[in-house]
């Protein structure tokens, strides 16, 4: 089970993010999850919405460019070295972690974590064959 992640170029200057929220906003597209990496001039902002699709069509037509990536939503135990459990797991089967982020949006004895990974099929073989559950689109877009 996957999620689509979009990813979405903006300039690294003052009012710019403010800009793009307003956009999606006011088109009522929740950005549920968010990260964001700069770079001098431009900032990559990862996040996911419950609608990809209506939010993708949205974000070209503000004339930004937007990619979209399969990524893993995964629940982690919500304690001291959960992550790491997940980590080590994937690890010991040669997953590499290209980069990942928290999911927050209520309080219950699990995290989410968004995973990007080179081989999504390996790895949410790796994590299901331990029991660990990956969420799908239909469940994060009910969050």
């Known amino acids: 089970m996957y999620v689509k992640q979009i990813s979405v170029f903006i300039e690294n200057a003052p009012g ?3 800009d ?11 950005l549920l999850s968010l990260s964001i990496a700069d770079t001098t001039s431009f900032g990559i902002l ?3 919405v419950a609608d ?3 939010a993708s069509k949205l974000i ?5 460019t937007v990619c979209l990536t399969d990524v893993l ?4 135990p919500d304690r001291p070295g959960g992550l790491a459990g997940i980590l080590t797991m994937l690890s010991e089967k040669g997953i590499e972690i290209e ?7 209520n309080k219950s004895d699990k995290a989410l974590i968004v995973f990007r990974v080179p081989d999504t099929d390996k790895a949410q073989a790796i994590l299901s064959e331990h029991r660990v559950r990956c969420l799908s689109q239909e469940e994060i877009a009910s969050f």
């Open 20 to 30: 793009f929220t307003r956009i999606l906003g006011e088109k009522g597209i929740d």
């Open 99 to 105: 980069y990942l982020y928290s999911f927050v949006r």
């Open 60 to 64: 070209e037509e503000a004339g930004y």
């Open 52 to 54: 990809w699709e209506k």
């Open 46 to 48: 990862r996040g996911i």
């Open 16 to 18: 710019k993010l403010a």
């Open 73 to 76: 939503a995964v629940e982690v």
